[in-house]
């Protein structure tokens, strides 16, 4: 079992830049493939990025390849998600989840975080 809680969101304007964090409970994070998913208002829940249990692994969404930089401190049980350049299409809720098994977009991610808001002004 693990619990997630994800922090750092806000309100930024474009072309800035947030660090999401995800902080995790128990021992084993470091057994769990992480990823971050975002609903905007109206849409489905999208895969964002993931990284693999050790960390040498990531996957990015095409739409954030490039600005956003997924990562992992195994001793401080938290994953990140360094956004750069955000753009107004970045607005969303975005989730943390874990997986003993899965990664990736099409993974099935048993733990997820309440969410945070991300807002980008234009």
């Known amino acids: 079992q693990v619990q997630l809680v994800e922090s750092g969101g806000g309100l930024v304007q474009a072309g800035g830049s947030l660090r999401l964090s995800c902080a995790a409970s128990g021992r084993t994070f470091s057994s769990y493939n992480m990823a971050w998913f975002r609903q905007a208002p109206g849409k489905e829940r999208a895969f964002v990025a993931a990284i693999t249990w050790g960390g040498p692994s990531t996957w990015y969404a095409d739409s954030v390849k490039g600005r956003f930089t997924i990562s992992r401190d195994n001793v401080k049980n938290t994953v990140y998600l360094q956004m750069n350049n955000l753009k107004p299409e970045d607005t969303a809720v975005y989730y943390c989840?874990?997986?003993?098994?899965?990664?990736?977009?099409?993974?099935?991610?048993?733990?997820w975080g309440q969410g945070t808001q991300v807002t980008v002004s234009s």
């Open positions: 989840a874990a997986s003993l098994r899965d990664w990736g977009p099409s993974g099935k991610y048993g733990f």
